[in-house]
Every structure is written in structure tokens, then in C-alpha cells.
């Protein structure tokens, strides 16, 4: 046996990623197993070729009832790397991400396609000298993912995520390898975070509006640091506020105030500033001007900025994200070419709290959709940097 087939492998990003490095560079395989992919649309196409030891095998349902989760993806992978057992004698989670190498295959894929696909247990063994045809197997210590019962019943928070998708964006997972590799970390942990983001958009919106916003920060993060200067970070965060300090002639307030706030809208405006580096343009599919969501870019400054003020009192003081932008898309018209992009009313009040138009700037859906794209667009300038 040649010694790269008897040495030890030191992780240096995460399994997946590894493992596809390991392949790309003429590795020996040791094994190669097959895992199902569950999800709740209807996928066309197959990806068995081009992105490494990984294939995605069509299993060919069509489904056309929302929310009911299939099996509709073989994911078989081959394995070219042994790690070296983890030294027991500090706590390290540098490339800790919560899941297994096909969880950080079926996130990544899921950031593709923009549908919701989960990793189910361990199906089938093609094992050295074994059946060909691999050997059937019903290892598994997980449950099988659901939605919940209730879907079905009244509209999808997140209706594009369902219905007929492609699997031929799984290609572009190609790049994936040749990424650094802390950028490999951090894209699989936002990805991991977008999974949970779709998967508990139906059942628990608030929590699903925190994984949104902690994909696209976690992204951030690693995007930039954040070197303006503090009266800079809060005219982001709080342009409004920096207004009536302004407006108060109190010479010196307005820096005042922004050095004792530095820390925390340094968080704010980064986030916002990645989204603006990194957003789509507007759907082309909308619905009539009353329901859309202004999509210039100051408007998106301060939509982004209040989405994080939500996101931040969710965290540290426990008021869930406003009711109504957690609430099913409606489409009014029989004429609008898609469902509203936001909370439509100038003002609501449900379940104890009220909130004006300028508090509730877009829907679930509409935020979904602007954060994979970002996501997916800053994923190919980690690939393409000097693009």
C-alpha cells in the first residue's frame, strides 16, 4: 500500500469538503455508501457526475401534495480519506457546524436549488469484494424529516420552495473544493443555517426568520470586518435616530452616543452591507405595486437594518419577529403575476402587539429569496475572487 493510502488525515475544513479534496487528488476510495435525500418538491433532472465523489440519483416521484415529504433523492458517496482520531485533550468546535458529511451535502445542495432537502439514514454498502450491486442496509439513528401534519390546510409561508425545481444547480457545487479552507466552514454553517431556516418555516416562522438572518451573518462575518467609524455604523443601523440627535444642535451627541452603541452596530452594519453588496434584483414575477416591496436601494438599507432590530430583540429579550411578517403570503388579485412581498396594511394588531407599515418591511418569502441568492452569490466570489 502506498504511504498517502496509509497516512492519517488531519481535518482541515469540514468532511465533506475534505473528502472531496482527497478524491480530486487521486485518493484511493475505502468505501462507498448510499443515503436517501428527503424533500417536499417535485425535482427534474439528476446530478451524477461533475461534483466529485458525490451523485444524486432521481428517484422520480412527482409530488403534488404540499408539505407531504418524500424520499426523492439517492445520494451515494464515496469516501477517500481516513481522519485521524480528534485529540481529547481541549475543546475544539473551530469546524463544528451541529450534522454528518451528508448533512453538509444535502444544506449545500439545498442552497442550490432552494428547496428543502434533509439527510435520512444510510440505505446501502458497497464494501470491498461485496455484491457489486452494494448491499442493502437499515442503519439509522434518525427519524425520518416531516413538515407537520397542519400543511396543507391554509397557504405555504414559503410556496416557492415547493412545486417543480431542477437538480441541475446541484452542478454548481463544483467550486466548492477550491474554496479556502475557513470559507468552506463558514458556507457550509450558513448553508446548515438556511436548511433549518426552510425546514421550520412552516411550523415555528420566528425561528426560521433567525436562522435567515444568522445564514447571512454568519456569511458576513467572514465577508468583512467592520472598520468604520462608530457615527458611520449607527447612520446604517438607525439613520432616523442619528437624525434627531442631529436635530437636537447638541454639539458632539450624535458621536457620543455612537461610541457607547459601537460594538453592537458594528453587527448591524455589516450584515446590512452584505446583503446590499450581494442582493438580486428584484423577482421578475410580482405582484401589483401596492404589494411589492420597494426594491431601491435605500429602502433595502433600512428594510435590512429593521429586520436585524427584530432579529436582535428575538434574541436578547425574547419578542418573536412581528406576527404579520411571519404570516402566509396572500395574492388578492387574480391578476398579479405573484403573492405579496409584504405586509400589506398600514398598520396591524394581533396577539398583543401592533406594528406600523415602516416596522414590518417584507414577508418571510420575500427575505428568503433575497438571502439565498446573496448567499449563492458570495459563494461564487469566494470561487471567482478576482470577478
Known amino acids: 500500500m502506498a504511504e498517502s493510502e496509509k497516512k492519517p488525515h488531519s481535518l482541515i475544513g469540514t468532511l465533506s469538503y475534505d473528502n472531496w479534496r482527497a478524491s480530486d ?9 448510499e443515503y436517501l435525500i428527503y424533500t417536499d418538491a417535485w425535482l427534474t433532472g439528476e446530478v451524477t457526475d461533475g461534483v466529485g465523489p458525490y451523485k444524486f440519483f432521481n428517484l422520480g416521484p412527482s409530488l403534488e401534495e404540499p408539505g407531504r415529504v418524500w424520499p426523492t433523492v439517492a445520494l ?14 481541549k475543546t475544539d468546535a473551530l469546524r463544528y457546524h451541529g450534522g454528518s458529511m451528508t448533512d453538509e451535502i444535502a444544506a449545500l445542495a439545498s442552497l442550490k436549488c432552494g428547496v428543502r432537502l434533509r439527510s435520512g439514514g444510510q440505505t446501502r454498502r458497497f464494501e470491498a469484494n461485496g455484491d457489486p450491486q452494494g448491499r442493502p442496509v437499515a442503519w439509522s439513528d434518525r427519524r425520518d424529516p416531516e413538515l407537520g401534519s ?23 457545487m463544483k ?34 426568520w433567525l436562522m435567515l438572518v444568522s445564514a447571512v451573518e454568519t456569511a458576513a462575518n467572514l465577508w468583512r470586518s467592520v472598520n468604520d467609524p462608530p457615527l458611520e455604523r449607527l ?23 455612537a461610541d457607547e452603541f459601537t460594538d453592537s452596530i458594528g453587527a448591524t452594519k455589516k450584515f446590512v452591507d452584505f446583503l446590499l453588496e450581494y442582493a438580486p434584483p428584484a423577482p421578475e414575477k410580482r ?34 419577529f412581528p406576527a404579520p411578517m411571519c404570516q402566509p403570503p396572500a395574492k388578492y388579485e387574480a391578476s398579479w403575476l405573484a403573492v ?43 470561487a471567482n475572487p478576482a470577478s
Open 25 to 33: 487528488a487521486g485518493e484511493k476510495m475505502l468505501g462507498e455508501y
Open 76 to 89: 451515494r458517496l464515496s469516501i477517500h480519506v481516513s481522519f485521524d482520531p480528534p485529540k481529547m485533550d
Open 150 to 172: 397542519f400543511i396543507g390546510t391554509r397557504r405555504l409561508r414559503l410556496p416557492t420552495v415547493t412545486g417543480q425545481h431542477s437538480m441541475m444547480p446541484i452542478q454548481e
Open 175 to 208: 467550486s466548492f473544493p477550491s474554496l479556502a479552507p475557513d470559507h468552506a466552514i463558514g458556507l457550509v454553517r450558513s448553508a446548515r443555517l438556511y436548511q433549518d431556516a426552510l425546514w421550520l418555516s412552516e411550523s415555528e416562522p420566528n425561528l426560521s
Open 235 to 257: 447612520k446604517a443601523s438607525r439613520g432616523e435616530f442619528v437624525k434627531y440627535l442631529e436635530s437636537t444642535a447638541v454639539a458632539g451627541l450624535p458621536e457620543r452616543v
Open 287 to 320: 405582484p401589483s405595486e401596492w404589494g411589492q416591496v420597494d426594491w431601491s436601494n435605500d429602502n433595502l438599507r433600512r428594510a435590512f437594518a429593521k429586520i436585524y432590530v427584530h432579529r436582535s430583540k428575538a434574541l436578547h429579550t425574547g419578542i418573536p
Open 340 to 382: 405579496e412581498e409584504r405586509p400589506t396594511p398600514k398598520a396591524v394588531s394581533v396577539a398583543g402587539g401592533t406594528w406600523l407599515e415602516r416596522d414590518m418591511p417584507m414577508l418571510l418569502h420575500t427575505f428568503e429569496y433575497i438571502a439565498r441568492r446573496a448567499l449563492n452569490a458570495w459563494w461564487s466570489s469566494l
